[in-house]
């Protein structure tokens, strides 16, 4: 049976409620209702025989709470004029809120938008957006709305986020939702006080001007004549630190693994970085590296060679360790699976660099292949290591 049920027009109103559209008119104002919904009822044929089921269908769409049923009278040949229902009109947003039990909710997103018109008009664009949204952040909206407020009075504050002293809020509650503090606060700022460069929520605490916790690079000395191995076998300094420091160095490899880290030989006039994955822009303003001759080791798939282009981006000079195809093709028992690989075109990749990326991005070897770089031999390591120190570095005219 196909016609109408109250269970369908419930489902009708439930989905405009999870798109926010029941909600959304609350803050905009758009004179959505009354609001017609199709009525599906019975053909000629099914009136005759199934006459007691269309009496018991009319009455309980008539039954309906909060809903008009406009009737209409239907002329059978057997059965005479019977009244039928023809529409079905939700005539305000308080009817469809009660129909499917929502009314607590539209009260409770009512609170909202009076508490964000008193305190922060300008997000109520965000508010009409992200109704639903916002109801999930109810027990924590007014302290979000605090939090704006003492942003807008201290723009810029150059303090850390502990010490932003507001009832209710401390730096676990910040922390947990930056997210959408940063939608918030780019609603309710002027541009002009938010860092544009700074995007994501690991960058929350620079784009709104606040202090950062510095960031701290790990290194070791792999020459026991550096001066730098006085200081320690494995050092930790902030990269403000580290960019004053002058280790002597000719030669720095840097690897993605902290064993690896620990274990590499020693290498004459050479210190190891214990890398970030794709977090190296701390290293840019590390003077002393744009002169010395870098290698990075990373694993053999897509995503190592994504973050040696990226490396190369910062550092030009930056020369591959261990990432070739003799190294992949060595080590076949220990080949591995990329969960997730990327495609992109990668355009600061060496000629044979590229030609591995490329195998394993399009899968020529074995799907989504991958070497770890802790799976290589440390005996190969040691070799490897000794030639691509040993030699001179390739012209930059190498790379593609």
Same mark, same amino acid.
């Given at each position: 049976?196909?016609?109408?049920?109250?269970?369908?027009?419930?489902?009708?109103?439930?989905?405009?409620? @999870?798109?926010?559209?029941?909600?959304?008119?609350?803050?905009?104002?758009?004179?959505?209702?009354?609001?017609?919904?199709?009525?599906?009822?019975?053909?000629?044929?099914?009136?005759?025989?199934?006459?007691?089921?269309?009496?018991?269908?009319?009455?309980?769409?008539?039954?309906?709470?909060?809903?008009?049923?406009?009737?209409?009278?239907?002329?059978?040949?057997?059965?005479?004029?019977?009244?039928? +229902?023809?529409?079905?009109?939700?005539?305000?947003?308080?009817?469809?809120?009660?129909?499917?039990?929502?009314?607590?909710?539209?009260?409770?997103?009512?609170?909202?938008?009076?508490?964000?018109?008193?305190?922060?008009?300008?997000?109520?664009?965000?508010?009409?957006?992200?109704?639903?949204?916002?109801?999930?952040?109810? +027990?924590?909206?007014?302290?979000?709305?605090?939090?704006?407020?003492?942003?807008?009075?201290?723009?810029?504050?150059?303090?850390?986020?502990?010490?932003?002293?507001?009832?209710?809020?401390?730096?676990?509650?910040?922390?947990?939702?930056?997210?959408?503090?940063?939608?918030?606060?780019?609603?309710?700022?002027?541009?002009?006080?938010?860092?544009?460069?700074?995007?994501?929520? @690991?960058?929350?605490?620079?784009?709104?001007?606040?202090?950062?916790?510095?960031?701290?690079?790990?290194?070791?000395?792999?020459?026991?004549?550096?001066?730098?191995?006085?200081?320690?076998?494995?050092?930790?300094?902030?990269?403000?630190?580290?960019?004053?420091?002058?280790?002597?160095?000719?030669?720095?490899?840097?690897?993605?693994?902290?064993?690896?880290?620990?274990?590499?030989?020693?290498?004459?006039?050479?210190?190891?970085?214990?890398?970030?994955?794709?977090?190296?822009?701390?290293?840019?303003?590390?003077?002393?590296?744009?002169?010395?001759?870098?290698?990075?080791?990373?694993?053999?798939?897509?995503?190592?060679?994504?973050?040696?282009?990226?490396?190369?981006?910062?550092? +030009?000079?930056?020369?591959?360790?261990?990432?070739?195809?003799?190294?992949?093709?060595?080590?076949?028992?220990?080949?591995?699976?990329?969960?997730?690989?990327?495609?992109?075109?990668?355009?600061?990749?060496?000629?044979?660099?590229?030609?591995?990326?490329?195998?394993?991005?399009?899968?020529?070897?074995?799907?989504?292949?991958?070497?770890?770089?802790?799976?290589?031999?440390?005996?190969?390591?040691?070799?490897?290591?000794?030639? @691509?120190?040993?030699?001179?570095?390739?012209?930059?005219?190498?790379?593609?």
């Amino acid at each position: 049976m196909s016609w109408t049920s109250p269970a369908d027009i419930r489902a009708r109103l439930t989905r405009h409620f @999870a798109r926010g559209a029941l909600l959304s008119s609350m803050v905009t104002g758009r004179p959505d209702f009354p609001w017609r919904l199709p009525c599906a009822g019975p053909s000629s044929r099914e009136i005759a025989e199934r006459f007691d089921a269309v009496r018991a269908w009319a009455a309980e769409l008539r039954a309906l709470p909060h809903a008009r049923v406009v009737m209409r009278t239907i002329r059978h040949r057997t059965l005479g004029a019977n009244a039928l +229902p023809a529409e079905i009109w939700i005539d305000s947003r308080e009817d469809a809120l009660a129909l499917i039990g929502k009314s607590a909710s539209a009260q409770a997103f009512a609170r909202l938008v009076a508490a964000t018109e008193e305190a922060c008009p300008a997000l109520l664009d965000w508010l009409a957006r992200h109704p639903l949204r916002a109801l999930d952040l109810a +027990p924590a909206y007014e302290r979000l709305l605090a939090v704006l407020a003492w942003i807008g009075a201290h723009p810029r504050p150059d303090v850390y986020l502990r010490q932003v002293d507001l009832p209710g809020v401390d730096s676990k509650f910040l922390e947990t939702h930056r997210g959408v503090l940063t939608e918030l606060l780019d609603c309710a700022l002027p541009q002009a006080l938010c860092a544009p460069a700074a995007t994501g929520v @690991a960058a929350f605490a620079v784009r709104y001007g606040f202090r950062d916790k510095p960031v701290r690079v790990r290194l070791r000395p792999l020459d026991e004549d550096l001066p730098l191995a006085a200081i320690g076998a494995d050092i930790t300094l902030d990269a403000a630190s580290l960019a004053r420091l002058d280790p002597g160095a000719r030669q720095v490899i840097i690897t993605e693994n902290e064993v690896n880290f620990l274990t590499l030989p020693k290498v004459p006039g050479a210190i190891a970085l214990f890398g970030a994955g794709y977090g190296f822009a701390m290293l840019k303003d590390i003077p002393w590296l744009a002169h010395a001759r870098l290698h990075y080791w990373g694993d053999i798939d897509t995503h190592g060679f994504a973050i040696l282009d990226q490396l190369r981006a910062v550092f +030009p000079q930056v020369e591959s360790l261990l990432m070739d195809r003799a190294t992949l093709l060595a080590f076949e028992s220990q080949w591995g699976h990329e969960d997730r690989p990327t495609a992109r075109e990668l355009a600061r990749l060496t000629p044979e660099e590229h030609a591995l990326y490329d195998a394993l991005r399009d899968n020529r070897i074995r799907p989504q292949l991958r070497l770890e770089q802790e799976r290589i031999g440390f005996r190969w390591v040691v070799q490897a290591l000794a030639r @691509a120190t040993a030699t001179d570095p390739p012209p930059a005219s190498a790379r593609r």
